[in-house]
C-alpha cells in the first residue's frame, strides 16, 4: 500500500518536474515583471557619453528664430536646436545618428531634425572612425510652440553584436533608451 | 565485447570531436561573401574583375578648395585631407567605379568624404574600355592612419563576391611621427595639374 503510494508520488514527482519548474519561472518572471520599471538614467551633461556607435557631448541648446547653419527657417516658425560633438566609435564611416537624440515633451511636426556639420554645413554627412566632428539638430517648430527653459532629451543607443542571428555578419542592433541629458534652452535671435 | 563497446565510444568522441571542430571553424556567412581581394601597389595596374585601376599620386593637404556654382568652398577637417590620384580603365565593357575606403593600419576605414558635393571628377567614376580616366578619391583621415595604410577601390558599395582592389600605400613619405613628410596648407581641386605631372 504504502509502496505503491510513494512509487506513484515518485512517478508524478518525475513526470511533472519539467511542468513545476516551469510553473515557476514563470511565476518569478511575472513577479519581476510586475515591479516598476527603472527610469532610465540622467546622463551628465558636461561630460561625454558612450552611446552605443557614437560618443557624445552636448554643447549648448537653444531656439533660433534665423537660419542655423544653412537649415532655412520658414517664416511662422523657428527651430529648437542643439549643438553636440560626435565621435564615431566603430571601425567604419557611419551616418546613423539620426535617432541618438529626441526632446521629451515636445510635438514636433515633422519628426526628425535637420542634421548639419557646423564645420561647414554639409547636410547629414558621413562621420569617420574617431573622428570628432560638431553636428547641429535643427528641429523646426511653430512660432507659438513653448519651449521650455530646461529641455531633456532622451539619448538612444544600440548594442553591438558580433554576429547577428539572420546572416552572422556584425552590426549594431536593438536600440534601446539609454538615458536622458537635460539641457538649459536659451533663446538666440540668429546664431550661427 | 567490451573492446566493440570501447570502439564504438572511441567513433562517437571522434565524431562530436570532428563535428565541434567543423561548427567552430565554420566560415561566417559575412567572410563567405565578402569582396575578392585583389592586391597591388603603388604605381602598378590593378586588374580588378570589371576595371583595371592604378595609383598615380597622393596628395595631402590641411585644406580642400572646390568650385561650386560660381562659388568656391574652402573645406576644413580635423585630420587631413587625402586627395587620391588614380587612372581607371573599364575591362570589357562600360561600367561605374564608385567606391573607395582608406583603410588605416588597423582595419578602420574611412570611406569616402561625402562634404564636396557632386563633381564630375569624384566617384562614381563612368569608365570604358581602352579609354583611361583620371578620377580622384577624396579621404577625411587622421594623421595616424596613414602609416600601413591602404587603399580598397571596388564598383559598388555592397559587391559581394565581387573584385575589390587594395592597394599598398607603403611609398607615401612619412617622417618619424607618423605625419606625411609634406602636407599642403591648401589644396585646389579645380586648378590645372602642373605641366609634365598627371
Same mark, same amino acid.
Given at each position: 500500500?504504502?509502496?505503491?503510494?510513494?512509487?506513484?508520488?515518485?512517478?508524478?514527482?518525475?513526470?511533472?518536474?519539467?511542468?513545476?519548474?516551469?510553473?515557476?519561472?514563470?511565476?518569478?518572471?511575472?513577479?519581476?515583471?510586475?515591479?516598476?520599471?527603472?527610469?532610465?538614467?540622467?546622463?551628465?551633461?558636461?561630460?561625454?557619453?558612450?552611446?552605443?556607435?557614437?560618443?557624445?557631448?552636448?554643447?549648448? @541648446? *537653444? $531656439?533660433?528664430?534665423?537660419?542655423?547653419?544653412?537649415?532655412?527657417?520658414? +517664416?511662422?516658425?523657428? !527651430?529648437?536646436?542643439? =549643438?553636440?560633438?560626435?565621435?564615431?566609435?566603430?571601425?567604419?564611416?557611419?551616418?546613423?545618428?539620426?535617432?541618438?537624440?529626441?526632446?521629451?515633451?515636445?510635438?514636433?511636426?515633422?519628426?526628425?531634425?535637420?542634421?548639419?556639420?557646423?564645420?561647414?554645413?554639409?547636410?547629414?554627412?558621413?562621420?569617420?572612425?574617431?573622428?570628432?566632428?560638431?553636428? @547641429? *539638430? $535643427?528641429?523646426?517648430?511653430?512660432?507659438?510652440?513653448?519651449?521650455?527653459? +530646461?529641455?531633456?532629451? !532622451?539619448?538612444?543607443? =544600440?548594442?553591438?553584436?558580433?554576429?547577428?542571428?539572420?546572416?552572422?555578419?556584425?552590426?549594431?542592433?536593438?536600440?534601446?533608451?539609454?538615458?536622458?541629458?537635460?539641457?538649459?534652452?536659451?533663446?538666440?535671435?540668429?546664431?550661427? | 565485447?567490451?573492446?566493440?563497446?570501447?570502439?564504438?565510444?572511441?567513433?562517437?568522441?571522434?565524431?562530436?570531436?570532428?563535428?565541434?571542430?567543423?561548427?567552430?571553424?565554420?566560415?561566417?556567412?559575412?567572410?563567405?561573401?565578402?569582396?575578392?581581394?585583389?592586391?597591388?601597389?603603388?604605381?602598378?595596374?590593378?586588374?580588378?574583375?570589371?576595371?583595371?585601376?592604378?595609383?598615380?599620386?597622393?596628395?595631402?593637404?590641411?585644406?580642400?578648395?572646390?568650385?561650386?556654382?560660381?562659388?568656391?568652398?574652402?573645406?576644413?577637417?580635423?585630420?587631413?585631407?587625402?586627395?587620391?590620384?588614380?587612372?581607371?580603365?573599364?575591362?570589357?565593357?562600360?561600367?561605374?567605379?564608385?567606391?573607395?575606403?582608406?583603410?588605416?593600419?588597423?582595419?578602420?576605414?574611412?570611406?569616402?568624404?561625402?562634404?564636396?558635393?557632386?563633381?564630375?571628377?569624384?566617384?562614381?567614376?563612368?569608365?570604358?574600355?581602352?579609354?583611361?580616366?583620371?578620377?580622384?578619391?577624396?579621404?577625411?583621415?587622421?594623421?595616424?592612419?596613414?602609416?600601413?595604410?591602404?587603399?580598397?577601390?571596388?564598383?559598388?558599395?555592397?559587391?559581394?563576391?565581387?573584385?575589390?582592389?587594395?592597394?599598398?600605400?607603403?611609398?607615401?613619405?612619412?617622417?618619424?611621427?607618423?605625419?606625411?613628410?609634406?602636407?599642403?596648407?591648401?589644396?585646389?581641386?579645380?586648378?590645372?595639374?602642373?605641366?609634365?605631372?598627371?
Amino acid at each position: 500500500m504504502f509502496k505503491t503510494a510513494r512509487s506513484r508520488f515518485k512517478a508524478w514527482l518525475t513526470a511533472g518536474a519539467g511542468t513545476i519548474a516551469a510553473l515557476f519561472v514563470a511565476g518569478l518572471m511575472g513577479a519581476f515583471g510586475a515591479l516598476p520599471a527603472h527610469a532610465p538614467p540622467s546622463l551628465p551633461a558636461d561630460a561625454a557619453t558612450d552611446a552605443g556607435r557614437w560618443r557624445i557631448e552636448p554643447v549648448r @541648446a *537653444y $531656439v533660433s528664430h534665423a537660419n542655423v547653419y544653412g537649415v532655412p527657417i520658414k +517664416s511662422g516658425q523657428k !527651430a529648437l536646436v542643439l =549643438e553636440v560633438d560626435i565621435t564615431n566609435r566603430t571601425a567604419q564611416s557611419d551616418k546613423a545618428y539620426f535617432d541618438v537624440f529626441k526632446p521629451e515633451g515636445i510635438a514636433f511636426p515633422d519628426g526628425k531634425p535637420m542634421i548639419t556639420l557646423t564645420r561647414d554645413s554639409t547636410l547629414t554627412p558621413e562621420l569617420h572612425p574617431g573622428m570628432a566632428e560638431r553636428m @547641429a *539638430y $535643427v528641429w523646426p517648430l511653430a512660432a507659438d510652440v513653448a519651449v521650455p527653459s +530646461s529641455l531633456s532629451f !532622451a539619448i538612444t543607443a =544600440e548594442i553591438f553584436k558580433p554576429r547577428d542571428n539572420l546572416y552572422g555578419v556584425p552590426g549594431w542592433y536593438n536600440p534601446y533608451r539609454l538615458g536622458t541629458i537635460t539641457l538649459a534652452v536659451g533663446d538666440h535671435g540668429g546664431a550661427g | 565485447m567490451r573492446v566493440r563497446a570501447i570502439g564504438n565510444l572511441a567513433i562517437l568522441a571522434a565524431t562530436v570531436a570532428l563535428s565541434y571542430g567543423m561548427q567552430v571553424t565554420k566560415p561566417h556567412y559575412a567572410d563567405l561573401t565578402a569582396p575578392v581581394p585583389i592586391d597591388g601597389a603603388m604605381h602598378d595596374w590593378v586588374r580588378a574583375r570589371s576595371f583595371d585601376v592604378r595609383l598615380d599620386k597622393i596628395v595631402f593637404a590641411h585644406t580642400l578648395k572646390s568650385d561650386r556654382f560660381g562659388t568656391s568652398k574652402i573645406l576644413t577637417t580635423s585630420g587631413v585631407w587625402a586627395v587620391v590620384t588614380t587612372s581607371l580603365t573599364a575591362t570589357s565593357t562600360s561600367t561605374t567605379v564608385a567606391d573607395g575606403i582608406w583603410q588605416g593600419p588597423t582595419g578602420l576605414r574611412y570611406r569616402v568624404t561625402e562634404r564636396l558635393g557632386y563633381r564630375s571628377d569624384l566617384p562614381p567614376h563612368d569608365v570604358d574600355p581602352g579609354l583611361e580616366k583620371r578620377g580622384l578619391y577624396v579621404f577625411e583621415v587622421p594623421a595616424d592612419q596613414i602609416r600601413g595604410a591602404s587603399l580598397l577601390i571596388a564598383a559598388r558599395r555592397f559587391a559581394p563576391l565581387d573584385a575589390q582592389a587594395r592597394i599598398r600605400l607603403d611609398a607615401v613619405p612619412v617622417g618619424a611621427d607618423g605625419q606625411p613628410a609634406d602636407i599642403l596648407p591648401e589644396y585646389d581641386l579645380d586648378a590645372p595639374p602642373a605641366p609634365g605631372k598627371t
